[in-house]
């Protein structure tokens, strides 16, 4: 029987077979995605099962059956939309990179919010590098959504940041390197998302922190400060913990 293993960005099947000299050698094949990888081991299982063992035999059955997917997957993806591409990859992106669940709701947002109404009903196969510089155009015109709009008029609402769209893009082009590996399309387009400037913020040191403590009287809120202070907590983190409890 075969078996299915990941390394890396791909997907090994490794199984034995009967040699010239009737000594058993292991084979090792390498998928670009779990799909092929998952639908060749089947392939050889049955192959074995159907007493086909011999070296000879399963690497011509190897070459027709790539011949065939090659054939058979040109014909059927090349007029497939990005939304069923996005749809089908998300989940394995997700489980290959080991995502955090947060990680998994910003991709989910950005597709859903941001690439979907704009791509999510073209052929892949169509989409060039000009669609994407002009998605990206009207990314960095695009106003933001959420409590940042919130009793503001349209004019003072931000627009979107520079690390914003890059984690846009990141999902996007992400998602298109998959469709060129899953033969989507014949060469995926390329654009570069707009720099992201790293901004320093001011912070307390050790000197800042007491001088601000030893003005605190309610031992709840020293507490608190102290905890945010040493662990390094974020806004949420330092009022969502006490809340709960």
């Given at each position: 029987?075969a078996?299915?293993?990941?390394r890396?960005?791909?997907f090994?099947?490794?199984?034995?077979?009967?040699?010239?000299d009737?000594?058993?050698?292991?084979?090792?094949e390498?998928?670009?995605n779990?799909?092929e990888a998952?639908?060749?081991?089947a392939?050889?299982?049955?192959l074995?099962k159907?007493?086909?063992?011999?070296?000879?035999?399963?690497?011509?059955?190897?070459?027709?059956?790539?011949t065939?997917?090659?054939l058979?997957?040109s014909?059927?993806?090349?007029?497939?939309?990005y939304?069923e591409v996005?749809e089908?990859w998300?989940?394995?992106?997700?489980?290959?990179?080991?995502?955090?669940?947060?990680?998994?709701d910003?991709h989910?947002?950005?597709?859903d919010?941001?690439?979907?109404p704009?791509?999510?009903?073209r052929?892949?196969?169509?989409i060039?590098?000009?669609?994407?510089?002009?998605f990206?155009?009207?990314?960095?015109?695009?106003?933001?959504l959420?409590s940042k709009?919130?009793?503001?008029?349209?004019?003072?609402?931000p627009?979107?940041?520079?690390?914003?769209i890059?984690?846009?893009?990141?999902?996007?082009?992400a998602?298109?390197?998959t469709a060129?590996?899953?033969?989507?399309?014949k060469?995926?387009?390329k654009t570069?998302?707009?720099p992201v400037?790293?901004?320093?913020?001011?912070s307390?040191?050790?000197t800042g922190?007491?001088s601000?403590?030893?003005?605190i009287?309610?031992?709840?809120?020293?507490?608190l400060?102290h905890i945010?202070?040493?662990?390094?907590l974020?806004?949420?983190?330092?009022?969502g913990?006490?809340?709960?409890?």
């Open positions: 029987m078996t299915l293993t990941p890396g960005r791909l090994a099947v490794t199984y034995t077979v009967k040699g010239e009737g000594k058993h050698q292991n084979c090792y390498s998928y670009d779990e799909i998952s639908q060749r081991k392939y050889i299982d049955i074995q159907a007493g086909t063992s011999k070296l000879d035999e399963l690497r011509a059955a190897a070459a027709a059956y790539k065939t997917r090659t058979q997957t014909i059927n993806n090349y007029d497939k939309t939304q996005i089908k998300l989940p394995f992106y997700a489980k290959k990179k080991k995502l955090s669940p947060h990680t998994d910003v989910r947002r950005n597709r919010v941001h690439i979907l704009v791509f999510g009903s052929i892949v196969s169509t060039t590098s000009e669609d994407l510089d002009l990206v155009d009207g990314l960095e015109r695009k106003r933001c959420g709009s919130y009793n503001k008029r349209k004019k003072d609402v627009k979107l940041s520079a690390a914003s890059s984690k846009i893009m990141s999902t996007l082009n998602s298109m390197r060129e590996a899953w033969r989507y399309t060469k995926r387009p570069i998302a707009p400037e790293a901004k320093s913020r001011v307390w040191d050790s922190i007491k601000v403590m030893d003005k009287r309610d031992p709840m809120v020293h507490l400060v945010t202070f040493i662990c390094q974020r806004p949420g983190e330092a009022a913990n006490p809340l709960r409890n």
